[in-house]
């Protein structure tokens, strides 16, 4: 097979709480792998221990053949596995150039050269007109952008997306849709987590759900979204939501 | 479409150069500050050379706590190490300032690294990182103070030669040569900073001030480039320290490792504005000269104010109130105030 990402018998306890449950999946290059599930399910913890954040308490974490289950997150970045959070977390008082060169530097690129690359990248995601103010005057659509690009500048082979859409109103994801519709065709295996069905079900060759720190389901979009336990835990209530709102 | 997007919105790294405004403020102040000596009064030049001082020694500060967000209130500890390791060799073996200096900022980017990584190792931050600098600061004083080897706490006399030497960092009193002398140390310490400012390191160091976990997501070695960054700071430190000793031509315990020098090495960025590249020097003009000021105050006050002939603590008291005022108008140092209103227009 083609995996480069596979986790296998993945858990993650804190204490007495099993946050991630015996999770086991792969992935292929350039494929698409969407994260659903309820609030609490673990989709976070999972990304987290995937990316090197805390260790796994058990199970492993292959990524292009190697074992990285006790890698570090930064070494795991400069070997191209990247993660954005879900809160953004720029540095403040940098400026949006300076945000993504950093980015770019950290993979050992020179200071000049970092720059230009991360001036291409903030061109490429519509961040230019703000390249030289500082990052804490941007707005939560900017922001979003801004983890993509700094995420991008690191030339990730796996990008780990935790909710990019969250707290964007519907006109303002579908630009941010299509931004990562371009990065997939650029060749990047992409994960992610996300609430919003309209962007799983653009975007994903394979949806995970996650219910309880367990998987509930794993297939094609479409046989998850017709899947009777799935829609009892986790879709019937964005159903219910979706009225409510 | 596309090329009209590029056409709009002009690279900002065109214009990018060695010589931007910070080098050519540097060289202007440097040209500037020239031929001060000369102009000042018998007297007056030590408090230009305390300026001197306090601004490397506030430079140092700032890299480590301004920039780098690690906040050091045992900067003592470098101020000392440089003063101690270049007395040391001078006065036993006749080694040269110059090599002392070399000498006394290795030991102290040594210091900094090892209690930096022990710091680190165990997860201090904040509050608890700045006691940790603050205790191991006092833990050098101590031992010096009990150390008969460094003459414990009766210190060391710079042993005095005949005429200059600008090998040996030494010149008749008020001579202008101990002036230029701060002045290319300084210079050096100002034009280090922009370097840092603008470099690969600085730019790491502040995205850990401003989120470490982000900034090791994106791969970058967190550890390691904090460790960096006290170093820099260190050596920085140790050269005001052996420059001060060479000025003054006698250093002990208490001047070197005492409390009140690091918090000298705070207060004058937090005046100047902190994790600014000029913020210490500006701090240090309005910082270093309050002592003589308020000294010529009570030899010879106002009318009104008859009662303070001869009192003393009175710049303690224009210390605090000074501060107090920075703190609830200027929080972001002079400096750091006038950047930000500058920016907004």
Redesign the interface.
Known sequence: MNAIVSVEHLSKSFGGLRAVHDVTFSVNAGEVLGIIGPNGAGKTTLFNSM?G?FPPTSGTVHYLGQDVTAW????L??AGM??T?QLM??????TV???V???A???GTK??E???QA?EIL?QVGL??Y??RTSKDLPTAGLKRLELA??M??HPKVLMLDEVLAGLVPTERQPVIDLLLSIRDQGVTLLFVEHVMQAVMALSDKVLVLNHGEMLAYGTPSEVVNNPEVIEAYLGDEVRNADSD | MADQLVQTVPSPLKNRRFFDGNMIALVIIVVVAIPVPLLLQAGQESVAIRILIFAMLGLSWNIMSGFGGMFSFGHAAYFGLGAYTSSILLVNFGISPWIGMAAGMVVAAIYGVLVGWLCFRYKLKGTYFALATFAFAEMLRIIVQSAQVVNASVGYNVPLIKGSSWWLMQFPAGSSNYFWLGLILLAGCLFTTILFARSKTGKFAVAIREDEGAASSLGIPVLRYKLTVISISAAMGAVAGVFYTQFYLFIDPDLAFGSYRSIEAILIPVVGGIGTIWGPLVGSVLLAPLNDITAAILRNPPPFLDFIQGQSGLDVMLYAILIIVVILFLPKGVFGTIKEKVKRK
């Open positions: 990316a954040l570090s997150d930064a070494q970045a400069r990247v993660r959070f977390r720029p540095f403040g008082s940098m150039l300076d945000n060169a950093v980015a530097a950290a993979r200071e000049r970092a720059e230009e001036w061109q230019d007109h390249a030289t700094r995420a500048a690191l």
